[in-house]
C-alpha cells in the first residue's frame, strides 16, 4: 500500500467517532472531504503507449501490458502451440472443447487471420452467453429456489437465467443491459423482455418461513438485498457496511446508503403474467382435470392409512405428560392462551412421521400403499405447466406515494432516526432523485448507465478482464474502495472503459480485444527469475493457470463422451442426486417424492447451468469444484485442492456412465480399425490433439494389460490437462 492511502486509512479509522450516525447536516463535509479516491474520478483516456517497433504488440491492450513489464524488467511468454490455444479459447468462450471437427477445421486453416477468424466464429456461437451468464449469475447471487430453511422453488426464476444468456449472446449494449435489470418495468412498458430483466433485484435469498411473521423485518431483509446487490454489481462498492453506521473507510455515509435503499421503497417482487387470459383460462381447466385423476389415488392411500395413523396417534397421546394431554383435551375455541401452547407442544410429540406409518403397515397394506403412491407421482409428474409469468418486480401502487424510509440505527428496522428521500452515493456527484414513487429506479438505472458515472464501466470491464485472463486489473471486483486492491495497469484499465463506453457498451468488442491481444496468447510456463519480479503475475508476463469452473468440467465431460444435449434455455432439469446426499438433506417427508427426478429423455446431460439450481442441495460434483451456494455474490470463485475433488472425478457414478459412453463413443468411430484409432479419437476429443507416441505406448500398454476402454477414457477425465486450461 502506497503511504498516500496510509494516511487516508489512518485518517478514516481516527474518525471513530463519525461511524455512528450523527446527522445529515454532517454528512456533506464528510463525503467532500474523502471523495477523491482513484475509483470515485472519471476515467480519463490516453493514448496507448508507442509500440517501438515491438512485434509483439497486436493491440492497444498489448501496448499497456508490454509498456509495464518494460519498467518492471519483464518479458513476455511465447505463445502456446495452436492445439493449446484453439482448446483454450474455446473453453474461454463457451466453455465447451472443441469438437474434433472444429479442431480439424482450425488446425487446416493456415492463414495469418485464421486464429481471429477462429474468435469471430465462437464470439457468434450460442454457446457463448451460456459461458458468459455462468459469471454473471455468480456476480447477482442467482439460483432456482429462496434459500434458508425451506429453500422453496421459484417455478418463473429460469426466464430471467435465459433472458441473461440471450442478452450476451445478442451483444445487448451494457448499458441497456443495466437498465433493463434496474427498472425495465419503469422504463420499457410492455416489453416482456424487459420485465423479465428486473427478476436481477430478486435473484439473491429471501428468508421465507411460516408462522408469525415480523412483516416490517422481513420488508426491510428484502430492501437490504437489492440495495447491496447494486453495489456489488454495478458499482463495485461494498456499499452494505453503511447499513448499520458510516462506512469506516470509504465516503458512504449512513444516510446515503438508506436514500438508495428508498429508491425500492415502493418495489415488491412479483410474477407478473406473461400468458394470455384464453392461456391462463385453459390452464385452470387442465389443472382442475388433473386434480380430479389425482383425488380417487389420494383417497385411496388416506383410507389406508387412517387406522394405522388413528392407533399410532392414541397410543402417542397415552403416553403425554398428563398436563399437556389435558390441554389437547380442551376444545380449540374454548383454549386458554396457556393451553394453547401446552396443546401445540402435544402436537409437535403425538405427530405422525411418515417412517412410523410405514413400519405399522401391514404387508399387505404396505404394499397396496407403494403402488398407489407410485401411481400418484406419475399423475403428479403429467401435471400441466403453470402459465407464463415473469419473475419480476414492480411498483407496489402508482398511485400512491412510496412509503417512508428512515434511517435504521444499527440496521434494527424497530430504531428509527431521520427520515430520508431517493438519492444516489453523493461521492460520485450525481444527479437528483424525483421523490415519486414510479421514476425512482429509472433515476437509478439512467446513473449506472451513464458515461458520467465514474465506477460502471470500470467494474465491468474489469469483470471482462478476469474472465478471459484468469484476474482482474482490480484483483477485488466488487470492491473498489479503500480496502480493494489497487489496479495494477491503471491507465489500461481506464483506457478500455473509456473504450468500452465509446463502442457503444459492447462485451463482444471488449472480449475480442482481449482475445486477440498477444497478452492473451501466451503460454502458462512458469519462470522463476519473472516470478521473483512478479509473483502474482500482475502485469502478465504470462497466460494464468486456470483450472475449468465446476459447471464446465462436467460439461467437458460430457462433450467428450458425446452425451451433451445442447439444447439452450428453459426450465430447470433435476438430475439424481446421490443417496447419502438425499438422506443427509432431506430430513423430513417420505423421500419418493422429495426430488423428483426430471424424466424428459436426454435432460440429464443437458449443461450444468440448466440444472436446477438449489441452494441448499448442490451436486457433490459442482460443489467440490467450488460452485457458490449463491447467498452472496460471487466476484471470484475459490480455487481449492482437495482429495474428494479427485474422488468425484474417478468414483461417482456421474464419470464412471460418462466414461463407458465415452468408450462406446470411440469404438463407434474406429470400428473395426483398432487400437491406435480409439487412443487418437481419445485424445483428440478430451484434449483436443493428437496424442504424443510415449502416450500411444503407454496406453497401448495399459489396455495389453487387462484394462477396459472405458477405464482409459475414465483417466483421461482425470488428467489435469482435462481439468485446466492449457
Known sequence: MRSADRRILLSLALAGALYGYSGMDKDEEWVAGRKNWWAFRKPVRTSPPASGGDAWIRTPVDAFVRAAQRQKGLTPSPEPPREALLRRVYLDLTGLPPTPAQAGQFLADRAPDAYERLVDRLLASPHYGERWATKWLDVVRYADTNGYEADAERPHAWRYRDWVVNAFNSDKPFDRFILEQIAGDELFPGDAAALIATGFHRAGPVHVVGGNQDVEMNRQEVL?????????????LTIGCARCHNHKFDPIPQSDYYRLQAIFAATEGKDIPLASEDERRAYEKAKERHQARLKPVR????????????????????????????????????????????????????????????ASLSEADRDRRAALRRQMHDIEYEAPEPPAAAFAVANADPSKPAPDTYILKVGNHKMKLDKVGPGLLRALDPPPVGEEAVGRRSALARWLASPGNPLTARVMVNRIWQLRMGQGLVATPNDYGLLGSRPALPQLLDWLAAEFVASGWSVKKMDRLILTSSAYRQTVAHDAAKAAID???????????????????????????????????????????????????FTEGEPDNLWPVTREAGAHTRRSLYLLNKRTVRLPMLANFDQPDAMTSCPTRPNS???????????????????????AQISRECGAAGRDCQIHAAFTRALARKPKPAEVRWTREYLAGGNRLADFCLVMFNRNEFAYLP
Request: hydrophobic share 40%.
Open 224 to 236: 437490504t438485498e437489492m440495495t447491496s446487490a447494486i453495489g456489488s454489481t454495478f458499482l463495485g
Open 299 to 358: 383417497d385411496a392411500i388416506a383410507a389406508i392409512e387412517q387406522p394405522y395413523r388413528e392407533r399410532l396417534r392414541a397410543a402417542k397421546i397415552e403416553k403425554l405428560d398428563p398436563e399437556l394431554a389435558a390441554a389437547l383435551r380442551v376444545p380449540k375455541e374454548k383454549r386458554t392462551e396457556s393451553e394453547k401452547r401446552l396443546a401445540k407442544d402435544a402436537e409437535g410429540q403425538i405427530k405422525v412421521s411418515w417412517d412410523e406409518l410405514v
Open 535 to 585: 509473483p502474482d503475475n500482475r502485469f502478465h508476463w504470462r497466460a494464468n493457470r486456470r483450472r475449468l469452473e465446476a459447471e464446465f468440467l462436467r460439461d467437458s465431460v460430457l462433450a467428450a463422451a458425446g452425451t451433451l444435449n445442447p439444447r439452450l434455455g428453459g426450465r430447470p432439469v433435476r438430475v439424481p442426486i446421490e443417496r447419502e446426499i438425499y438422506d443427509l438433506i
Open 641 to 663: 485442492t482437495h482429495a474428494l475433488q479427485a474422488l468425484s472425478l474417478m468414483n461417482s457414478e456421474f464419470m464412471q456412465q460418462q466414461a463407458e459412453a465415452f468408450a
